[in-house]
């Protein structure tokens, strides 16, 4: 289970990057470590066979440049490859940015979901936000009742690695209010926005039928 959960984040992340821009396999590798540092956790090994996964579903293509030396392009085939997305690997995409359950906002999850925020709508940011801080908001619980329990019983470095766990727990879930409420004042401020702008063309619209009937002859005048 754990590793089906694994090959969907990482799906999520490779289309997300080649939505980005088209790239070879070793780039990719190089982005997922350095723009996902979470994905350190994965095994490079495991993105080949998803690439491959990719290519069957249709969701991604390669492009091969053509090479003159038909020995050397043998030798560099795979490192010269390219991959693109398609137009079903766009559509995918869409779909997966969409999901707000909780494999969105779990550890493995929730930080690819995050580094695509830009390309997400703002209802399912805000459902990705709230659920990853209320699963933190249970883990807080779990770290102080832990905490309450053996606070007597352990040493001072265990005690201190407890104390580190829960502070940076503490710390997540103050960013995560932060979040939490730009995104609700920006949505706010947008419906407000939309609701003026709704408001204006009815009032243009209202003005512009009072014009026309003013200037139609009346039935006296004929």
């Known amino acids: 289970m754990a590793a089906r959960k694994g090959?969907?984040?990482?799906?999520?992340?490779?289309?997300?990057?080649?939505?980005?821009?088209?790239?070879?396999?070793?780039?990719?590798?190089?982005?997922?470590?350095?723009?996902?540092g979470?994905?350190?956790?994965?095994?490079?090994?495991?993105?080949?066979?998803?690439?491959?996964?990719?290519?069957?579903?249709?969701?991604?293509?390669?492009?091969?440049?053509?090479?003159?030396n038909a020995a050397l392009a043998l030798q560099s085939r795979r490192s010269k490859i390219v991959y693109?997305?398609?137009?079903?690997?766009?559509?995918?995409?869409?779909?997966?940015?969409?999901?707000?359950?909780?494999?969105?906002w779990e550890d493995e999850g929730f930080g690819v979901h995050f580094a695509f925020f830009s390309h997400t709508r703002a209802d399912v940011r805000l459902r990705i936000l709230e659920g990853r801080r209320s699963r933190l908001e249970e883990r807080l619980e779990s770290f102080r009742a832990a905490l309450a329990r053996t606070r007597e019983r352990v040493d001072s470095y265990t005690l201190e690695l407890q104390s580190h766990g829960?502070?940076?727990?503490?710390?997540?879930?103050?960013?995560?209010?932060?979040?939490?409420?730009?995104?609700?004042?920006?949505?706010?401020?947008?419906?407000?926005?939309?609701?003026?702008?709704?408001?204006?063309?009815?009032?243009?619209?209202?003005?512009?039928s009072e014009t026309i009937a003013q200037d139609m002859p009346r039935e006296n005048d004929r």
């Open 7 to 36: 090959a969907g984040v990482l799906e999520l992340a490779v289309l997300g990057l080649l939505h980005e821009s088209p790239m070879h396999g070793y780039e990719l590798r190089k982005r997922l470590n350095g723009v996902l």
């Open 38 to 68: 979470m994905f350190r956790a994965f095994s490079y090994g495991s993105l080949y066979p998803c690439l491959k996964q990719l290519l069957t579903n249709g969701l991604i293509m390669e492009d091969r440049p053509e090479e003159p």
């Open 84 to 104: 693109k997305l398609t137009a079903d690997g766009k559509e995918r995409l869409q779909e997966l940015l969409t999901e707000a359950g909780p494999a969105s």
């Open 166 to 208: 829960l502070e940076s727990v503490e710390r997540e879930v103050r960013w995560l209010n932060e979040l939490i409420g730009r995104e609700r004042a920006e949505q706010e401020q947008q419906a407000r926005n939309e609701q003026q702008a709704e408001q204006e063309q009815q009032e243009q619209q209202d003005r512009t």
